[in-house]
Antibody, heavy 116, light 110 residues
Framework: QVQLQESGPGLVKPSQTLSLTCTVS??????????WSWIRQHPGKGLEWIGN???????WYNPSLKSRVTISVDTSKKQFSLKVRSVTAADTAVYYC????????WGQGTLVTVSS | QSALTQPASVSGSPGQSITISCTGT?????????VSWHQQHPGKAPKLMIY???NRPSGVSNRFSGSKSGNTASLTISGLQAEDEADYYC??????????FGGGTKLTVL
């Protein structure tokens, strides 16, 4: 069973960069064919796909966030990361990492609040 | 990309069957057999219940089933149980190589 765990600051100031890391354990990370995803959920709202990355580093992003988002991968550490630049209060959400475009396995999620 | 369309809420009594629809376009739901369904209980992370339209991950009850016709996918839960009360989200791969979610459906077990 693959397990994923998000980590990073729970509070970010407006205009700064939100940075999160997802650490994968309990399974293969780069055996080929895997995609690693980021999803967020605004308080009391639905799920929003942010983007994903494959183990070669190719990325795909939600068009609405593409200009501010970067996803990267470090296969040696079995981690992938999310950066969201120039954040505002509208980026306050629970951020989830997941395995696959099907989102076969999910992390527990981490709340990030954007506030001064 | 526009969110897939789901009913805001559905309800059913224990033992009954319910169906949740997920409507997209030929650029997402209708174009690929890559529709998934996720269950989310309050305060918890989502859980994959159905992938690739109709496949169940190991450990998911066979009371959950999925199907697709044209641009609309459906999740059916038979033999409704109290523990099934949750929010359900569909998701689909798109022609832009992205993923889009539905707005979510709140299932109430009466």
């Amino acid at each position: 069973q693959v397990q994923l765990q998000e980590s990073g600051p729970g509070l970010v100031k407006p205009s700064q960069t939100l940075s999160l890391t997802c650490t994968v354990s309990g399974g293969s990370f780069s055996s080929g064919g895997y995609y690693w995803s980021w999803i967020r959920q605004h308080p009391g709202k639905g799920l929003e796909w942010i983007g994903n990355i494959d183990d070669s580093g190719s990325t795909w992003y939600n068009p609405s966030l593409k200009s501010r988002v970067t996803i990267s991968v470090d296969t040696s550490k079995k981690q992938f990361s999310l950066k969201v630049r120039s954040v505002t209060a509208a980026d306050t959400a629970v951020y989830y990492c997941a395995r696959g475009t099907n989102m076969i396995d999910w992390g527990q999620g981490t709340l990030v609040t954007v506030s001064s | 990309q526009s969110a897939l369309t789901q009913p805001a809420s559905v309800s059913g009594s224990p033992g009954q069957s319910i169906t949740i629809s997920c409507t997209g376009t030929s650029s997402d739901v209708g174009g690929y057999n890559y529709v998934s369904w996720h269950q989310q209980h309050p305060g918890k992370a989502p859980k994959l219940m159905i992938y690739d339209v109709s496949n169940r991950p190991s450990g998911v009850s066979n009371r959950f089933s999925g199907s697709k016709s044209g641009n609309t996918a459906s999740l059916t839960i038979s033999g409704l149980q109290a523990e099934d009360e949750a929010d359900y989200y569909c998701s689909s791969y798109t022609t832009s190589s992205t993923v889009v979610f539905g707005g979510g459906t709140k299932l109430t077990v009466l």
